[in-house]
Antibody, heavy 122, light 111 residues
Framework: EVQLVESGGVVVQPGGSLRLSCAAS????????MHWVRQAPGKGLEWVSL????????YYADSVKGRFTISRDNSKNSLYLQMNSLRTEDTALYYC???????????????WGQGTLVTVSS | QSALTQPASVSGSPGQSITISCTGT?????????VSWYQQHPGKAPKLMIY???NRPSGVSNRFSGSKSGNTASLTISGLQAEDEADYYC???????????FGGGTKLTVL
């Protein structure tokens, strides 16, 4: 059974930093591109970032480019999101999501975690 | 404002069919077949319902179907059931610098 479990969400002040983690199990983690998708309270979904199966390619939404860094450790079946220079508009539930196809990114997500809540507030 | 445009709400009675539209541009929906649809119940994570415009993942009811014409994709749910009441989001790959865009979501009410 595929499982994605996010952690690391807390309340942080504007300008602060945070690292989110996602522990994956139930599939061959290093075969798949992984994504972060967020959802502000009461709002819709927003794609944040992706990392290729080998970590060699990373992409970001314009809203987080230059502030967030995605990474992965295939030896630990783990995905990370380093979030710097946080803004109030970054407040959201952050989901870790698995890409549908192995190796070649397909830009849709067949498994999601339950999310971890990041609140940016003074 | 979301990159893809969806109606804010749709409704239907049990047994009826409804269609949710998702309008983009030639840079996303119209240019690629990487259109997907997600169902989200309150307090739950999204669930993939349709991928690559019209494909259903294993385990998704065949009451759900997808299509595309030009820059508009559509999700049709036939034989509406109470459990279909949820928010639905479309998504597409985009050739812009954002890579993936979502619609603003559509709240489906089963009357």
């Amino acid at each position: 059974e595929v499982q994605l479990v996010e952690s690391g969400g807390v309340v942080v002040q504007p300008g602060g930093s945070l690292r989110l983690s996602c522990a994956a199990s139930g599939f061959t983690f290093d075969d798949y591109t992984m994504h972060w998708v967020r959802q502000a309270p009461g709002k819709g979904l927003e794609w944040v970032s992706l990392i290729s199966w080998d970590g060699g390619s990373t992409y970001y939404a314009d809203s987080v480019k230059g502030r967030f860094t995605i990474s992965r450790d295939n030896s630990k079946n783990s995905l990370y999101l380093q979030m710097n220079s946080l803004r109030t508009e970054d407040t959201a539930l952050y989901y870790c999501a698995k890409d549908h196809n192995p190796v070649k990114t397909r830009y849709y997500f067949d498994y999601w975690g339950q999310g971890t809540l990041v609140t940016v507030s003074s | 404002q979301s990159a893809l445009t969806q109606p804010a709400s749709v409704s239907g009675s049990p047994g009826q069919s409804i269609t949710i539209s998702c309008t983009g541009t030639s840079s996303d929906v119209g240019g690629y077949n990487y259109v997907s649809w997600y169902q989200q119940h309150p307090g739950k994570a999204p669930k993939l319902m349709i991928y690559e415009v019209s494909n259903r993942p294993s385990g998704v009811s065949n009451r759900f179907s997808g299509s595309k014409s030009g820059n508009t994709a559509s999700l049709t749910i036939s034989g509406l059931q109470a459990e279909d009441e949820a928010d639905y989001y479309c998504s597409s790959y985009t050739s812009s610098s954002t890579y993936v865009v979502f619609g603003g979501g559509t709240k489906l009410t089963v009357l």
